[in-house]
């Protein structure tokens, strides 16, 4: 199980940056959209988990219901994490 949650998140991860890289580069230097898919993946990743503590196993592609929050969780804090620093390097050539 904890290979197929890792693997779930590693498909996740650049999935997220490509549609956040995109919003990104799609709207103004002062908007937050880029951000969107990441704070998506953490909410959904936050509400698997309360379903796992809810609902009996349920098992999809290997991984639990937990198992798809961690994932999603993981997705969204790497993705919110690398698109911000991209963002922060756009600001300042933007600036400069």
């Known amino acids: 199980m904890i290979q197929s949650v890792l693997t779930i998140g590693a498909v996740l991860v650049p999935a997220l940056l490509i549609i956040s890289i995109i919003l990104t580069k799609a709207t103004s230097s002062e908007k937050y959209v880029g951000y969107f898919p ?3 993946s953490f909410a959904a990743g936050l509400i ?3 379903f796992a503590t809810i609902i009996d196993k349920i098992v999809i592609m ?6 798809w929050g961690i994932a999603l969780l993981f997705a969204g804090a790497v993705s919110a994490l690398v698109i911000s620093v991209l963002d922060a390097y756009a600001q300042v050539d933007a600036k400069a």
């Open 48 to 50: 698997l988990l309360l």
């Open 62 to 67: 290997g991984a639990g219901l937990g198992g």
């Open 38 to 40: 990441a704070l998506l």
